[in-house]
């Protein structure tokens, strides 16, 4: 099995953006046990980070024929991009969305997800430990 790790914009500021709300473990910390879980389970992962929309659609679209799953944190662009969700419309994979935070519990705007149309799962408020359980999903998904 094959899955794309996608995070949205300021995610590779995580230990210092927001510890408080984000936690105090860093980005590479992020990659490190995501690789080590999947090793774990004989998964094959890739992760990429970017800033900008476009990149994150451009990515989605190179997963089609490619990945069987995808588990996306698109932070902010979770509340504003319709193009995220139309990318992960087009191809079809089964996505669950993570957040790191508990956005249920966080200001009003934070409670609008355009992808969550598109996702199987949701899963928030677990820290990194969050992208963990959404590759258990993504593995015993049938």
């Known amino acids: 099995m094959k899955i794309l790790i ?15 709300i984000y936690g105090s473990e860093n980005y590479k910390t992020l990659c490190e046990s995501v690789e080590n879980h999947a090793k774990e389970l004989g998964v ?3 992760l990429f980070q970017s800033n900008h929309e476009g990149a994150l659609v451009d990515e989605i679209q190179r997963a089609y024929g490619v ?6 944190n698109p932070a902010a662009y979770t509340h504003t991009s319709i193009a995220l969700l139309d990318a992960l419309k087009a191809v079809g994979i089964p996505t669950v969305e993570v957040h790191i935070s508990a956005v249920e519990k966080r200001e009003e705007f934070r409670q609008i997800s355009y992808v969550r149309q ?3 799962k949701t899963i928030t408020g677990k820290g990194i430990n969050g992208y963990l359980k959404a590759i258990d999903f993504l593995v015993n998904y049938k």
Do not use: C, K, T
């Open 6 to 20: 996608i995070n949205g914009p300021n995610i590779n500021m995580l230990g210092i953006r927001e510890p408080d």
């Open 44 to 46: 094959e992962v890739s």
């Open 67 to 72: 990945f069987d799953g995808i588990v996306i």
């Open 118 to 120: 598109a996702a199987i």
